[in-house]
């Protein structure tokens, strides 16, 4: 069965640098997602993609936060100068389009940054 | 904006007994509402989803949820619970006419006794 799968599964970072989450989606999904689970708290959406280009965001993806699929498979979360605050799971998400509403999401990645 | 509420961070119940998780939600179109379940080290995985039509619906693992408007709930329910059901459980609601965000409730953890 398809699915949407992250690497890496767990990623420790030092306060101030960047990290990359990757994503796989399922291959002939048209949009893309990503939401994050601070721990406690609800998954929050951050950001979707569609047709290369950010079609929604939420007040928390600022500058700070960028997406980019660079190669038609990968869908990639980048982070720059991490923040303790950023410490969280991400989860990317993946929906075929259309009038199809399910979104597939994957196992996440827990983010913790020291 | 939507919102959903989720009664019980944690709910515990003996194997076979009912299981009846809450949800609340708000919304100022007509919502599309999930379920969500999420097992240990495991992504999102989508237990049932209401659209239009059928307010009662049913989805896998022998769970079911009803969509009522006049009360703005949407509770998960299975009657015989299994061990195999310990998970956490998310409520989610979109917009009916955009799908491209979901906005989660905070979680129910499942716990099954034997």
């Known amino acids: 069965e398809p699915e949407v799968t992250q690497t890496p599964s767990h990623q420790v970072t030092q306060m101030g640098q960047e990290v990359i989450l990757r994503c796989v989606p399922i291959?002939?999904?048209?949009?893309f997602y990503w939401y994050r689970q601070i721990l406690g708290q609800k998954v929050e959406f951050l950001v979707s993609f569609y047709n290369n280009e950010i079609s929604e965001k939420s007040e928390i993806f600022d500058d700070q936060f960028s997406v980019e699929r660079p190669d038609g498979s990968n869908f990639t979360l980048k982070i720059r100068s991490t923040k303790l605050e950023d410490s969280a799971m991400y989860f990317c998400?993946?929906?075929?389009?259309?009038?199809?509403?399910?979104?597939?999401f994957g196992q996440g990645t827990r983010l913790t940054v020291v | 904006a939507q919102s959903v509420t989720q009664l019980g961070s944690h709910v515990s119940v003996s194997e076979g007994a009912l299981v009846l998780l809450r949800c609340n939600y708000s919304s100022s179109v007509p919502p599309y509402l999930f379920w969500y379940v999420q097992y240990p080290n495991q992504g999102l995985q989508l237990l049932l989803k209401y659209t239009t039509g059928a307010t009662l619906v049913k989805g896998i693992n022998g769970f079911e949820a009803e969509f009522k408007k006049s009360e703005t709930s949407f509770h998960l329910t299975k009657p015989s619970a299994h061990m195999s059901d310990a998970a956490e459980y998310f409520c989610?609601?979109?917009?009916?006419?955009?799908?491209?965000?979901?906005?989660f409730g905070s979680g129910t953890k499942l716990n099954v006794k034997p």
């Open positions: 291959s002939n999904h048209l949009y």
């Open positions: 998400a993946s929906r075929r389009g259309g009038s199809n509403t399910e979104a597939f």
């Open positions: 989610a609601v979109s917009d009916s006419g955009n799908f491209n965000k979901f906005y």
